[in-house]
């Protein structure tokens, strides 16, 4: 496969950028090899500066569940820029765009846009914090939150789980705040709670864990975390900035039948414009500034552009059937992963929830953070470039989740198991 610019762009890239790259995922570190540079997408393709095209399974890590450069959404943004990129005061886009999400999202009273997942996570336990009058939050082993302080922080030892910091720059002081438990453990859950519940501001979750690879909840555990946030006076915060819009209109409070007091969102929202947004309870929202003392704001927030392509996005999606449809296309294509593997003789498992999936060198089931760090990463990563070099990537990472869109139809989960039955057969 040629990529010789670019491996040019990436050399100069690596003079210019920390690791060539402005996010680390990009940088194919955890899989080898450099990262091909995006030329233009469209659909469920990718198409790189060599010329090379991909089926696209990262989607933009989320927001691309339409397809990339969908006309529909190029449409709304051409309109609107053309009446200007940003004004600093407030316009209807803003205001359409939250009716959109309160109608979709009956748990949200009130949101507040921002421009990532990242200022909604940190805004979010901000308000929980702020409403409470507590300090500690507690989050899971594996959930990612963005690069808020607060969340980059590993599990520290004993049995309070105390917070240590997972990358230098955090505060130990802050990082002591954060308690970490296992994923899908009911028990660890009570007896933190039992312990230092009256503490806890809150507790940040990924419903569906999309940032450990893919781990779906057991049953009644989300359940579980709702009865123990309401006895201890804790906020629930679904973290649905992966899976919101994705797993169902609704997002995955809607799949599970759970009422969050604070969720957070991205990606799909900003139709691949940098978007965020967090939202909740009316009595926690007020209390976020201009209307209350809990302080945020941003420049860009509730950008017309972004807000443009945000609602043809969530337009798209509200289509009758589509996820539905998304669903359905999700398993086809994992049942035929699955059956490729065991043709080849593969040890091989794969999670699913509509438009997101998880793919396992290992015999399933994956139901916690240690099971999937069980899985044998190296053979994903010769699979992961194996299929690249066939045409089809993913995300390059074991700990990450696919992504599917309604613009991958039935050739390209055609082309991509055969590709599959090709990268299995030479692992
Ligand atoms: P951003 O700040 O990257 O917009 O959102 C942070 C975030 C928050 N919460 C969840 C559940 C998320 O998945 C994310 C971001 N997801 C990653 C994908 N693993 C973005 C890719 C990247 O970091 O480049």
Known sequence: MNNARSHELFTRASQLLPGGVNSPVRAFKSVGGEPFFAQRAEGAYLFDVDG?????YVGSWGPMIAGHAHPQVLAAVERTMRDGLSFGVPNALEVAMAEEIVKIVPSCAMVRMVNSGTEATLSAIRVARGATGRSRIVKFEGCYHGHGDSFLVKAGSGVMTLGLPNSPGVPSALADLTLTLPYNDFDAATKLFDEVGGEIAGLIIEPIVGNA??????EGYLQHLRELCSKHGALLIFDEVMTGFRVAL?????LYGIEPDLSTFGKIIGGGMPVGAYGGRRDLMSQVAPAGPIYQAGTLSGNPV??????ATLALIQAPGFHAELERRTHTLCDGLEAAAREAGVAFHTTRAPGMFGLYFREGPVETFEDAKASDTA???????????RGVYLAPSAFEAGFMSSAHGEAEIALTLDAARAAFAAL
Request: hydrophobic share 45%; glycine share 12%; net charge positive.
């Open 306 to 311: 972004a807000m443009a392509a945000g609602l």
């Open 52 to 56: 090379n095209r991909y089926v696209d």
């Open 379 to 389: 053979r994903f990563n010769r699979f992961f470039h194996g299929m690249l070099e």
């Open 250 to 254: 609704g997002g995955a409070q809607a």
């Open 213 to 218: 690879n893919c781990i779906l909840p057991r």
